[in-house]
């Protein structure tokens, strides 16, 4: 009797789908009989052979999806233990159906059907797109405007290795969450830094990621490593990672390699190299929430060159059956190459941060441009890597000067961009170094108000400051550094405004305070003497309910 409870358990557990974060599991029988999910959930269809494979990474398989007369070919990857799955999501409402083709016979043939029904989740939106109307800037697929808010977390992958629970995981993300960031840029595997350490992580090590052995994507370790195969277990532990982060709606900037954090790669083009890379792009291509990345520093310490970086795009759009997008972290090889990429990524410490930003706006009239590194690196309790800039005020402003050129930005935190991770900064002592995340919670607030996706820079308006004009919905924005006396609104607003019903606004980048809207006073503007936080912080004039004259 025992047996044969113990029998239907077992019968039950296989054949049901199992709920594992935000990745639904079905198993073969399942999908036969047909499955029903939602937009944008991802589901793994699981497929057990029994016959042996002898190379299991190197065999193909693809399901053949049809929907509307349109055909999908998603690439399944192996899962260890005889398993291959068929990973699959969709923005499309409808029944889809799938064939597998593939030279395993037991995979060979099988069949399922899909249902997609509309998306629940109020705060889901889909996969990170561009559109023809406003190519400069990002949207989600259901048109809504993706504010490209970024942060940096290399080793996000090592938070939680090897345990169940990825409680730590989970705490970061969450903070994340609470203050606005909607994306993290992150490697897949990185492995120690080069430069040295701080003294003070001697006697906290539960900060330090780095040079861990027992983390490597393909067998052995980054010491010792077996390139003959990948490691299925650190797969899955990323898995978890990714889902995560797509249950906050977190965007996975993610760069496949990285050069100079002391990695053990194998040889460019060589066959292990090839399959390292085709199946990162065949696990991750079904989250939504993917945005791929070749490499961070890509054309760096002379590793890679531009026709490997080149061939690497190529064959991830290939092998990508979703066209997630794609870029480089590398201004050089996207300037050089801008129809290969879909955004342009720049790395900038320059004090002309602005200018730059703007001469490339002007140079990709057709691209979003999106600056992943301009030196300000905010510090923590431990000086991990310096930069240009670690001042928070500093590091702050230098990200809205990113966003008054009409592009995005990236925020690093020492504490946590690098092999050091302080997943908890607001758990730690009062003589810890906290990161500012509140002042991106106030910028996200700020922009999300004023239409970001419809603003556009108007240099020639610029006076001592910093302006966006957003002509569609009538705003001005003017961004006044707090060691500014004077910024001119007349000529923006008188060339091009009707005024008789504006009102003026300030805002505090710092505390993220609003002073009262008041009608429109314009003779207020030149030098003035009431500017609110004078000398305290950088702050934001909003000029509202503008009438457009006529287009600028």
Known sequence: ??????????????????????????????????????????????????????????????????????????????????????RYSSAEIGVKTFSIESELKQLNGKKGTIRITKNQKKNRHGAVVLHNDNPQHFFYEDGKHYFNLAFECDWLFALDYGKEELAKTKHLLSLLEQNGFNQVVMNVYSHDVSWKKDDLLL????????GRQDIFPFLGSNDNPDF??????????????????????????????????????????????????????????????????????????????KEYISERIERARKLDAYGRLISV????????????????????????????????????????????????????????????????????????MCLFAGGYSTYYWQGASWNVVIHNPFEQDESFKKPHFEYFKHMRKLFDSVNFENCEPLPWYNSSGYNLTNKKDGIVLMYTPKENNWVGTNQVLKKNFDTSNATQQWFNTITGEFT??????????????????????????????????KDI
């Not at 879909?342 to 441009?369: C, E, G, V």
């Not at 314009?522 to 950088?538: K, L, T, V």
Request: glycine share 4%; hydrophobic share 40%; proline share 4%.
């Open 1 to 86: 009797m025992k047996s044969k409870i113990l029998y239907a358990l077992l019968f039950f557990i296989s054949f049901a789908n199992i709920a594992f974060g935000q990745i639904k599991v079905w198993n073969h029988i399942s999908a036969k009989k047909g499955i029903t999910s939602k937009q944008w959930v991802v589901n793994d269809i699981v497929y057990k052979v029994r016959q042996k494979v002898e190379t299991p990474f190197r065999t193909e398989a693809y399901a053949n999806v049809s929907s509307n007369g349109q055909i999908q070919k998603i690439p399944l990857f192996y899962n260890g233990d005889n398993e291959w799955i068929l």
């Open 203 to 210: 006697e906290h090590s539960e900060h330090e990621y780095g």
């Open 228 to 305: 003959n195969s990948l490691n299925v277990e650190f797969f899955k532990h990323f898995d978890q990672v990714i889902s995560e982060m797509h249950d906050k709606e977190i965007v996975s900037h993610l760069m496949i390699y990285v050069w100079n954090k002391l990695v053990s790669w194998p040889d460019m083009n060589s066959e292990a190299d090839n399959l390292y890379y085709d199946y990162v792009i065949k696990r991750y291509q079904a989250f939504p929430n993917i945005v791929w990345d070749v490499s961070k520093e890509a054309l760096y310490y002379g590793r890679a060159t």
């Open 329 to 400: 972290h590398d201004f050089g090889f996207c300037k050089n190459h801008p129809n290969e990429v879909d955004f342009i990524s720049m790395q900038n410490w320059q004090h002309t941060l602005y200018q730059n930003m703007m001469d490339a706006r002007k140079q990709f009239p057709k691209k979003p441009i999106f600056n992943i590194e301009h030196g300000g690196y905010e510090e923590s309790p431990y000086v991990v890597f310096p930069g240009a800039y670690v001042n928070a005020e500093a590091c702050l402003r230098r990200n809205y």
């Open 516 to 549: 009262e809207e008041n009608k429109l006073d314009i003779r207020s503007f030149a030098f003035w003497d009431d500017r609110p936080w004078e000398g305290e912080a950088d702050t934001i004039l909003i000029i509202r309910n503008l009438k457009p004259k």
